[in-house]
């Protein structure tokens, strides 16, 4: 009786060859598909902080090439024949390029901590009425420069949230400055902090700006993104102001809202819980640890 015990054997054999050849070959275009995904993320990386670096160098250089000069017309007013009220003018230029140039040079190092890790959220009360206010003041300079005025639409009374004071006054810094850079001269920002559900705090930011679509205002969420908005087109405009305060906010557990039209503004919200809700959730998972830790110590 004849027997195919040797060629299934080896029929089997050919295929637990082929099989194991095809997953090697799997592994091994998968590891390339992914060196190349890699490459290709990279190069986009490399090109966005080129594009980050080029338009740094413009905004960095516009204000500090303005104080020089001014200051240097300063110094040699007699010589120029420079009168009172031309000096005051020039002073008031080079305050308004300094504060320019400071934001610039701020967004600069908070955008290296955050790609860095570096942010540290140190949560606690803090009064977002107050800070709005401080805000406001600090954003005067840059709105009267650009012939813009701020409106607060509140009651102005004291409202606490639980968050990070510092970074939740930088984000406010971040959209205040931002609808400033959106909005043309003789236009008006709208600012006001309420309280919405449940108790949380929301501050508001409405500019009368030329606004985005969609597509655009996904693109301003972006640090190292810019809308394309011609010559005024600048690496501290919306990508990363809107950026930024969207980040500094989620580090605290809070939210951050935005919506536009085109040709009808921006209107950016962000909010932070209340502190007695805030409280009662830390409160209630410390107890929990304690609960544990008690079970465990049962136990043993």
Do not use: C
């Not at 102005?156 to 971040?174: K, P, V, Y």
């Not at 449940?198 to 655009?216: H, N, P, S, Y």
């Not at 605290?252 to 040709?263: M, N, P, T």
Request: net charge negative.
């Amino acid at each position: 009786m004849r027997t195919f015990k040797p060629f299934i054997e080896a029929k089997g054999g050919r295929l637990a060859d082929y099989t194991a050849r095809m997953a090697e070959t799997l592994v091994r275009r998968r590891a390339e598909i992914a060196v190349r995904a890699a490459r290709v993320e990279a190069e986009l990386s490399i090109k966005a902080r080129s594009e980050f670096l080029a338009n740094m160098n413009h905004e960095l250089r516009t204000p500090l090439n303005a104080i020089i000069g001014f200051a240097t017309m300063l110094r040699d007013s007699e010589e120029y024949g420079i009168g009172p009220d031309q000096r005051q003018n020039y002073s008031e230029y080079i305050l308004q390029s300094a504060d320019l140039l400071l934001g610039h040079i701020n967004t600069i190092l908070e955008v290296a901590s955050l790609e860095s890790g570096g942010i540290e959220v140190n949560d606690g009360a803090l009064n977002a009425s107050e800070i709005l206010g401080e805000a406001v003041e600090r954003a005067k300079i840059r709105a009267d420069a650009a012939g813009v005025e701020i409106i607060r639409r509140d009651g102005l009374a004291d409202l606490s949230a639980w968050g990070d004071a510092a970074r939740f006054s930088q984000a406010t810094d971040h959209l205040l400055n931002t609808a400033i850079k959106l909005s043309d001269e003789g236009g008006k920002i709208y600012v006001k902090v309420t309280k919405v559900d449940q108790g949380w705090i929301e501050l508001a930011v409405r500019d009368e700006g030329d606004g985005f679509t969609k597509a655009e205002l996904t693109e301003a969420l972006d640090a190292f993104s810019h809308s394309n908005r011609g010559l005024d087109r600048s690496f501290s405009g919306p990508g990363v102001g809107y950026a930024v305060a969207k980040t500094f906010i989620e580090l605290q557990g809070g939210r951050f809202s935005i919506e536009s039209r085109k040709g009808q503004g921006t209107l950016a919200k962000i909010s932070l819980p209340p502190v007695k809700a805030e409280r009662s959730r830390v409160q209630e998972t410390e107890r929990r640890i304690e609960i544990k830790a008690e079970k465990k110590n049962d136990a043993a």
